[in-house]
Nanobody, 127 residues
Framework: QVQLVESGGGLVQAGGSLRLSCAAS????????MGWFRQAPGKEREFVAA????????YYQDSVKGRFTISRDNAKNTVYLQMNSLKPEDTAVYYC????????????????????WGQGTQVTVSS
């Protein structure tokens, strides 16, 4: 089972940037579509962005389009989330996750399509 470890969270002012990283423990990570989700206090976990196992396809939640960029470096077993123009409403714990099956042909926005999850990293955006 692939283990995922997020890093890069922190406290930033509105309008600032952060880059989150998600490191996988195994090279088999390269076969899985990956997603970023977030959960704010008192709210349900929500989809943020996803990337195909090849890196060729991406998909974003409408509220982050044009501000966030998901990417991956399969040589480093790592997926990234570059977050620019951050807003206070982006404050949440951010999780990366790997889909439950390899070589997925479609990107999923539902959390139950993902099997392996990291422990999360806190992102706080002050106004």
């Amino acid at each position: 089972q692939v283990q995922l470890v997020e890093s890069g969270g922190g406290l930033v002012q509105a309008g600032g940037s952060l880059r989150l990283s998600c490191a996988a423990s195994e090279r088999s990570f390269n076969s899985y579509n990956m997603g970023w989700f977030r959960q704010a206090p008192g709210k349900e976990r929500e989809f943020v962005a996803a990337i195909s196992w090849t890196g060729g396809n991406t998909y974003y939640q409408d509220s982050v389009k044009g501000r966030f960029t998901i990417s991956r470096d399969n040589a480093k077993n790592t997926v990234y989330l570059q977050m620019n123009s951050l807003k206070p409403e982006d404050t949440a714990v951010y999780y990366c996750a790997a889909e439950s099956r390899p070589y997925g042909s479609r990107l999923n926005v539902r959390a139950n399509a993902y099997l392996n999850w990291g422990q999360g990293t806190q992102v706080t955006v002050s106004s």
